[in-house]
């Protein structure tokens, strides 16, 4: 089992550049979050899924899109990057409600 | 709101010298709290979970305790490779989400 993957490891983008970030699980779990994670500030939900078709909102979503297609995959986009969105994301999926997340290795992302 | 504290925020030990992570929580219900390893440059790597006041967990030479309002992580005899930082979340009820600390950071000198 590959667990939590994700997808790039690390980009530059200029601002106003949009991109995709993909979070890949293969342990069947239903939900599905993006945290980022910055100096000082501990790691923060941006959205999560609770299955398929479902998305909903974290404690910093402006700036930022999701959708969950299929169970295992779920993608995080900026449509049009600024520096403050400068960070490492992560993501993470568990089986439900209360249940321990298990975290991917996380995307080093840089906005200039 | 739900909130989590952890302290120290950083600690230098020498290998051999034991001591303990401090993460104190606020949370209308707490249905679960939770420990994680983060190396730098990788992702959270579990390593407990503790659902109910008094209840202890062990893994080599960490050891995890849950109280009504605070958790401790006892690192007895540390080596270098227990350098890391050290996250706390707490799982409230009726609640998706994670809140977590700020993490102890954590440097083990041979």
């Known amino acids: 089992n590959a667990g939590v993957t994700q997808t790039p490891k690390f980009r530059v983008l200029k601002t106003g550049q949009s991109m995709t970030l993909l979070c890949a699980q293969d342990m069947n779990h239903e939900y599905m979050y993006w945290y980022r994670q910055d100096p000082g500030m501990g790691l923060r939900l941006i959205h999560y899924s609770v299955g398929e078709g479902t998305t909903a909102k974290g404690e910093v979503p402006d700036g930022y899109n999701v959708s969950r297609l299929k169970k295992q995959n779920f993608l995080l986009g900026l449509e049009s990057a600024a520096p403050s969105q400068t960070s490492v994301y992560f993501c993470?999926?568990?089986?439900?409600?209360?249940?321990?997340?298990?975290f991917g290795p996380g995307t080093r992302l840089l906005v200039l | 709101e739900d909130q989590v504290t952890q302290s120290p925020e950083a600690l230098r030990l020498q290998e051999g010298e034991s001591s303990s992570l401090n993460c104190s929580y606020t949370v209308s219900g707490l249905r679960g709290l939770f420990w994680y390893r983060q190396d730098p440059g990788k992702g959270p790597e579990f390593l407990f979970t503790?659902?109910?006041a008094g209840e202890e967990k062990e893994k080599e030479r960490l050891k995890a305790t849950l109280t009504k309002k605070e958790s401790f992580l006892h690192i007895t005899a540390p080596k270098p490779e227990d350098s890391a930082t050290y996250l706390c979340a707490v799982a409230p009820y009726g609640n998706n989400r994670l809140a977590f600390g700020k993490g102890n950071q954590v440097v083990v000198i041979p």
């Open positions: 993470a999926s568990n089986h439900g409600e209360g249940a321990t997340q298990y």
């Open positions: 503790l659902y109910s």
